[in-house]
């Protein structure tokens, strides 16, 4: 689905948003509250340039409408492979953008993550992932890693990793093995200005993540972990 048509099932036309190349921003009116609208087009690369005109929108958010909503429209191939890039510090560029999210979080603005279209690796995980939760499309891409770079990096075969992702969601890319895991909260069909109604209603602001993939089988042992640490700091 593109940017446009899921703006126009979110909202009807009440929304007002500019494009500036990969980047879109703006507002809308949902029932009686305006929601903050940031995100990317075009299965946009996140260089330096966007991850901090994405990041001055939320900040002025926080500066200029407190409480106001934010909607994390996320249409991303990965941080940009460029050497400029790099250069200039696109690793820090995307840390502030996660900053700024949290702090968005920290001072009272509900931020809800939606994949439309496809969610790749850094690109993925200084937006929806930092977000109060992220939710998608049943249509929708996500990985962070293919299986190929996963061998590469592990050094388990292909062949392996093939094995383990059919019974194991975190050795899969998918939607629905984000689920699984946590890092989706549930996916949106049908009447889209509902599910975000409600999102914006029910979403809790502690991470869920843990202990969501932990209840749905996909990430059986981060939760106590997680509180095993916390048990003994």
Wanted: proline share 4%.
């Amino acid at each position: 689905m593109d940017c446009p048509s899921l703006l126009d099932r979110l909202f009807g036309s009440a929304h007002d948003t500019q494009q500036d190349g990969d980047f879109v921003h703006g507002s809308a009116r949902l029932d009686d509250q305006v929601v903050a609208l940031i995100g990317t087009v075009n299965h946009a690369p996140i260089g330096v340039a966007l991850a901090l005109k994405q990041a001055r929108v939320v900040l002025d958010t926080v500066a200029r409408h407190p409480g106001r909503p934010i909607l994390l429209l996320i249409d991303t191939q990965g941080q940009m492979l460029r050497r400029r890039d790099e250069l200039l510090g696109i690793h820090r560029a995307m840390a502030h953008l996660g900053r700024c999210i949290d702090l968005a979080r920290r001072e009272g603005h509900r931020v809800i993550g939606l994949v439309y279209d496809q969610a790749l690796s850094g690109g993925f995980i200084t937006s929806g992932l930092i977000a109060d939760a992220c939710y998608a499309l049943p249509e929708a891409e996500i990985r962070v890693m293919r299986i190929p770079a996963m061998a590469r990096v592990t050094k388990i075969s292909e062949e392996r990793l093939s094995e383990l992702s059919v019974a194991n969601p975190v050795f899969a890319p998918g939607v629905r093995n984000y689920v699984a895991m946590g890092g989706v909260r549930a996916l949106w069909s049908g009447d889209l200005a509902a599910e975000l109604r409600a999102a914006l209603a029910d979403t809790p602001t502690d991470d869920r993540r843990a202990v969501d993939g932990a209840a749905r089988g996909g990430r059986k042992l981060a939760a106590a972990v997680a509180q095993r640490v916390l048990d003994a700091a």
